[in-house]
């Protein structure tokens, strides 16, 4: 790198790539994130889709962004606030605006900056000569023109030849951060490997617009950014997005139990990801059913674990309230089945493409009559691996449904992930029956472990183990129907116990940062988790009386959460919904609580945490004013 | 080989309660009867059905069963097929299950051509919950819900399955042992999906609602049992025999002596003449009775099982799919 370039040496840097819903955003975000794992950064990501599928072009609701954050880490959100934006069109500069940082560097596609382009974002003024863009760093390309131009020999029509300038605009951001194209070149030949024209004028734009930032007149205006590199422990990395990861969990599940997997699903935004990552893995003994409804697929996954398979169903909110009422009959039946719901907003269709945590009552308490089952949530893409793994260990040992909590932001961001080892996990073991029981054959079904409550898994085809099972109540002893009183007091106990049964089988719950006692536990679950542990790190700097505890175990809560709680004196609990978790714990705890909910359809910023948590800390201790903490400091 | 089954082995101890007279007693029998001529094998048989008086068939068949949720049974017992092609499986359901709450079900059951086999009892009435009409109700069916008369337009099962995509289609009446048999026993021969409906008296709710063709004095006259390749004769002495008639599209009955060239041969291949033949009723028409429709088609399981080459045998490992991708190490 020649001296002469500005140098910013952060420890993290926040890039926002933001076009048309066609402008190729979202995998320019992948491929840089590709090569900036190679480079040995840390990483978190956030795709920004929006919700119409193709929204008329240039206007700000079709405003496609890829937001990743990359550098030395721990980094575990992808961003508060962008220091570095690529904008391919006015809508997306209009959009993006009010995130980013102040002084951020801007680069605009020029070429879109017409006047029909200004006018379909709702610009009157052009942002570039009105003075809404001083203090940042201005740097203007006319990207589609010297795109057209490199590709021109490769005889493209206009609309392909245009499609290649995100790998254009992508050479230029890998010249600014110092990354090779080696990776993403690589990604090109592969994909594009029968089509020739289509292969040579994307490398070609990709080296056009590196060469652009080389190009001696740019060089002092373009800044370069040097990111440290990540303290990783060693071993074997590849990046993941939380799609994946369940959907490598699940198979890795199957391969414990030795039990295929059977994934029933019906279309629903943001689930589908992980019936499109399952629809691959059929090497892997995992078999993919796209149903007619959600109730018909959560009623053939039922079917399948009656079959000795895992029955696994996914949906979001809408479609997992469709699901309900089969859920009770495997309940009912004594079955197990995984319930993965991603979240996202609601109520009703809500907001289909943004995240939320909502469906935290649903999971717990959203079925008719004394139903519980347990339920885990997942932290972060490459946690939910391993939350599906929990959730089947769960299901199988106590043969029950198990609710999975993921949402749209952790199905589709990405981070690094240390490759498990699956010579460390445990089998997955199953509840077998001898297969000539002394007694009735229905009792015997139905007699269950003491500690577990769980019932053998017979199925049919297996000879001599005839029975019938279903939604009918079922005497404790004999397993057939009974409409005895007692007996269905009996039986509602059994199935509470069982729940409370899982407790025993998990781990204590852990403190994330800070000390096991205090002033404020920051207490959250699912994928608000990087947002919680960045900024209690920051409040730990200067404060060591600030913990943050994330559960993953939400029902049951683990056995010593109530005492570790007792040890602070504030609880405050963030949540991206209007206060679900707050009630649980009050719920199941008596704690007092107090809720920080943010339901905008964004993650939380770590800054907004900050401070919410230090004026907590401030109400606590009795001080006046609180520590200045901002956003950016080395960590 | 173990010892000949014989109807009591297929036969649950559990206690039967269906009303005195019910229907759907001479179903079961007829049902545990054929399970034994044919030597089912218990493990590999399974009843799944939703709910209803029907429905709760499983209960009473020692084979597995599963009595799951209303209307739900076609999808409950696809995902089982799935996990488990290698057994039969019968699914239970009515005319309020399978046609009102589980329509959807049933549709995309018989489209897709999975290997089930769908034994839809209709009565014509809401038994379990006490009588209410029900989709497959006459107009003007009083019932507790409808003490004016039921106003809604009934759907016939037949036309349904047929206009679903349903490969095969049968019709038996409860009580009437050789035909229920026949279609029984054809059902569970085919390579399919295939759709029985099973004309039952609910004698408590909707006694004799089928008597004007299905009552002793009238079965002669108004039932045609269909098979393929013979002509379409019915009546004593089978004298009379149906003629699709070109000036009016349709099926007429005419005398079958006088005028046997012009019957009608059945061709359980042709969709047209099934529709035609779905569509007749008592008393105008003699009601088709038999397999009325049944072509050879690929399953959906064994499509399934194509496009899952590795029939759930693990041939890779997870260790392998986690590398399947760019990976970089850190020393
Ligand atoms: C979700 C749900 N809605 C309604 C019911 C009540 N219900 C049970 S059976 C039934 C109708 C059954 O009619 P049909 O399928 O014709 O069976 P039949 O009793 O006549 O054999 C109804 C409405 C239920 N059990 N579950
Ligand atoms: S109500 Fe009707 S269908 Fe139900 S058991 Fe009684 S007679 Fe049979
Ligand atoms: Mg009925």
């Known amino acids: 790198m020649s001296a002469q370039h500005q140098e910013l040496h952060e420890s993290s840097v926040v890039v926002r790539f933001a076009g048309d819903s066609g402008d190729g955003v979202q995998l320019m975000g992948t491929q840089f994130v590709s090569a900036t794992a190679l480079a040995g950064s840390d990483f978190a990501t956030f795709p920004d889709y929006p919700a119409e599928i ?76 009105d003075g809404s863009l001083d203090g940042y760093q201005l740097i203007e390309v006319d990207v589609t023109r010297l795109t057209l131009e490199t590709v021109k020999p490769f005889g493209l029509s206009k609309s392909d030849a245009g499609r290649c300038k995100n790998f254009w605009a992508l050479g230029l951001v890998q010249w600014m951060f110092g990354l090779s194209l080696e990776a993403i070149e690589h990604w090109i030949n592969t994909k594009f490997a029968r089509k020739e024209s289509v292969r040579e004028a994307n490398l070609a ?92 697929a959560v009623c053939a996954a039922i079917g399948a674990s009656f079959g000795g398979a895992i029955g696994v169903t996914s949906s979001s909110g ?26 996202r907003g609601g109520p009703s269709t809500g907001l289909p493409t943004k995240t939320e945590q909502s469906d935290l009552y649903q999971a717990v308490y959203g079925r008719n009559a004394d139903a519980p089952l347990p339920v885990v949530a997942a932290r972060s893409p490459s946690d939910c691996f391993d939350v599906a793994i929990e959730a089947a260990r769960i299901a199988l040992r106590h043969m029950t449904p198990v609710f999975v909590l993921t949402d749209g932001y952790l199905a589709n961001a990405a981070e690094p992930w240390l490759i498990p080892d699956m010579n460390v996990y445990e089998p997955i073991e199953v509840n077998k029956l001898a297969s000539k029981p002394a007694k009735d054959v229905q ?143 009050r719920d199941k705890l008596g704690v007092q609580v107090v809720p920080f909910n943010k339901v905008t359809g964004q993650p939380f910023l770590i800054q907004e945490v900050v401070d919410f948590v230090l004026d907590q800390l401030a109400d606590v201790t009795g001080e006046e004013s609180r520590p200045r903490i901002v956003s950016g400091e080395p960590q | 080989m173990s010892a000949q089954l014989t109807a009591r082995d297929y036969t649950t101890s559990q206690e039967v309660r269906w009303c005195p007279g019910c229907g759907d007693y001479a179903i079961l ?62 699914v239970v359901t009515g005319d309020g299950d399978g046609l009102s709450i589980g329509a959807n079900h049933l549709l995309h059951a018989l489209r897709r051509n999975i290997s089930l086999k769908i034994l839809l009892f209709n009565n014509e009435i809401y038994g379990l919950t006490k009588g209410q009409y029900s989709p497959t109700s006459r107009i003007g069916t009083k019932s507790p819900s409808s003490p004016g008369g039921s106003f809604d337009a009934p ?99 005419i005398d079958a ?75």
């Open chain 1, 54 to 129: 193709r929204a008329p072009a240039g206007t700000t609701f079709g405003v496609s962004a890829y937001q990743i954050n990359l550098g030395a880490g721990p980094i575990t959100t992808a961003g508060d606030a962008p220091q570095m934006l690529v904008a391919f069109n006015p809508a997306a500069l209009k959009v993006s605006l009010p995130l980013i940082a102040d002084g951020a560097a801007i680069i605009v596609n020029t070429t879109s900056f017409t006047k029909r382009g200004l006018s379909k974002a709702g610009y009157d003024e052009d942002p570039r000569s």
């Open chain 1, 205 to 296: 734009a990709l080296r056009a617009g590196n060469a652009y930032g080389e190009t001696a007149a740019l060089a002092a205006a373009v800044p370069q950014l040097d990111v440290r590199k990540a303290r990783f422990e060693p071993g074997e990395y590849r990046g993941v997005r939380g799609g994946e990861a369940l959907a490598l969990g699940l198979a890795a599940s199957g391969e414990l139990a030795d039990r295929p997997i059977v994934f029933c699903s019906y279309p629903i935004t943001p689930a589908s990801p992980l019936l499109h990552q399952l629809a691959r893995l059929g090497k892997l003994g995992v078999g993919v059913f796209q149903a007619e409804d959600e109730i018909a």
């Open chain 1, 318 to 343: 809408p479609g997992i309230a469709l699901k309900t009422e089969a859920i009770g009959l495997a309940i009912n039946a004594e079955l197990p089945l995984l319930v993965i719901d991603s979240q």
């Open chain 1, 443 to 585: 009792t015997a079904v139905f007699e269950r472990d003491p500690k577990t409550f769980g019932r053998p898994w017979v199925s049919p085809g297996m000879p001599g183990l005839m029975h019938r099972i279903g939604g009918l109540e079922k005497d404790i002893q004999t397993g057939h129907i009974s409409y005895e009183a007692e007996n269905h007091q009996a039986m509602s106990q059994l199935r509470a116990d069982k729940v409370r049964s899982v407790a025993q089988f998990i781990p204590d719950q852990d403190v994330a940062v800070g000390p096991a006692q205090g002033a404020v536990a920051v207490v959250g679950w699912g994928s608000t988790y990087g947002a919680l542990y960045q900024a209690v790190r920051r409040i730990a700097r200067l404060n060591d009386c600030v913990s943050h505890i994330h559960i993953r175990h939400i029902n049951p809560f683990p056995r010593n959460l109530g005492d570790l709680l007792g040890r602070f004196e504030r609880i405050v609990v963030p949540e991206m919904n209007m206060g679900q978790l707050s009630t649980l714990l």
């Open chain 2, 29 to 90: 029998k007829t049902m545990t009867r054929f399970l034994a001529d044919v030597g089912a094998e218990r493990e590999n048989t399974v009843f799944i059905s939703g709910i209803g008086c029907s429905s709760r068939f499983p209960y009473y068949v020692e084979t597995y069963g599963f009595h799951t949720i209303h209307g739900r049974a076609p999808a409950v017992a696809t995902g089982l097929k799935l996990a488990n092609p290698e057994l039969d499986i019968w």
């Open chain 2, 155 to 253: 759907v016939s099962p037949g036309l349904y399955a047929l206009g679903s995509g349903a490969r095969f289609i049968a019709r038996a009446i409860d009580v009437d042992r050789n035909g229920l048999a026949g279609v029984l026993a054809a059902a569970h021969r085919y390579e399919g999906g295939a759709f029985v409906e099973i004309f039952q008296n609910c004698i408590v709710y909707n006694e004799d609602v089928f008597e004007s063709f299905a009552g002793r004095e009238h079965a002669v006259e108004r039932q045609v049992h269909v098979r393929h390749g013979e002509p379409l004769v019915f009546a004593a002495d089978n004298s009379k025999g149906l003629r699709f008639d070109t000036a009016t599209m349709a099926l007429e009955v």
């Open chain 2, 257 to 331: 002596h006088e005028r046997a060239d012009e019957v009608l041969v059945h061709d359980e291949t042709n969709a047209t003449l099934a529709q035609l033949l779905l569509a007749m009723e008592a008393p105008e028409m003699p009601v088709a009775l038999g397999v009325v429709y049944r072509v050879e088609d690929e399953t959906f399981e064994s499509a399934f099982y194509d496009n899952h080459p590795t029939r759930f045998k693990r041939t890779g490992t997870v260790a392998d799919a986690l590398r399947n991708t760019n990976t970089w190490t850190v020393t």
